[in-house]
């Protein structure tokens, strides 16, 4: 079962404008990771953040965790074309070391 | 590096006939993992190895699954007999646990057909 879900299930905006996703999960958790799938790819890792952190950035990805509110955000400041993909949040459960649990995912479309 | 690798890309079969995907992890991760996706259930974990070893397999769907993982950079999930239900992309993903969970590292996937 899917722990996270994501809102909006489908992004469509123009390029140079900023993006935001959102992520609700159900129980505590040791992390929260963000995920990108382009078309037919496999999943690659975008940033990591850690309950005990609120806010953590790299390069035009920004991404907040609010635990009371179960809740995370992912921006993506000046949208590329290349942004273009799906975007899943996983959590990995404060019961477990390993077990990534992934969102429904959003996704964006960044046009030209 | 070159990633995780699995083969095949793409595999069409019918019904009732055996499928197996291979994987090669990133050299040096101790944690290998098996995932499931479909548009209807989205990304789901089928079974997670640490040091070689099956850890968690709750995630397998029937008896017609395995996995086997016989040394650190190798790893199988055969389906036996195959059906149309079990069509979807295949993930094979590897992660250093030490320390704590990490980042996974996803292969590039199988897309399976089953007619």
């Known amino acids: 079962s899917q722990q996270g879900e994501e809102d909006p299930q489908a992004l469509s905006i123009q390029e140079g404008e900023n993006a935001t996703m959102n992520c609700s999960y159900k129980?505590?958790?040791?992390?929260l990771q963000w995920y990108r799938q382009n078309s037919g790819r496999g999943l690659v890792h975008l940033i990591l953040?850690?309950?005990?952190?609120r806010e953590k950035h790299s390069g035009r990805l920004r991404v907040t965790l609010d635990t009371s509110k179960k809740s995370s955000s992912l921006l993506i400041t000046a949208s590329r074309a290349a942004d273009t993909a799906s975007y899943f949040c996983?959590?990995?459960?404060?019961?477990?070391?390993?077990?990534?649990?992934f969102g429904s995912g959003t996704r964006l479309l960044v046009r030209p | 590096d070159a990633g995780v690798i699995q083969s095949p890309r793409h595999e069409v079969t019918e019904m009732g006939q055996e499928v197996t995907l291979r994987c090669k992890p990133i050299?040096?991760?101790?944690?290998l993992f098996w995932y499931r996706q479909t548009m209807m259930r989205g990304l789901e974990l089928l079974i997670y190895?640490?040091?070689?070893?099956?850890?968690?397999d709750s995630g397998m769907p029937e008896d017609r699954f395995s996995a086997k993982m016989p040394n650190a950079s190798f790893s199988t999930l055969k389906i036996q007999p195959s059906e149309p239900r079990d069509s979807a992309v295949y993930f094979c993903?590897?992660?250093?646990?030490?320390?704590?969970?990490?980042?996974?590292?996803f292969g590039p996937g199988t897309r399976l057909t089953v007619l």
């Open positions: 993903a590897s992660s250093s646990q030490a320390g704590g969970p990490h980042e996974q590292f």
């Open positions: 129980t505590s958790i040791n992390n």
């Open positions: 953040i850690r309950s005990n952190e």
């Open positions: 996983a959590t990995v459960p404060m019961d477990s070391s390993y077990k990534l649990i």
């Open positions: 050299s040096g991760h101790n944690s």
């Open positions: 190895f640490n040091n070689n070893v099956p850890i968690d």
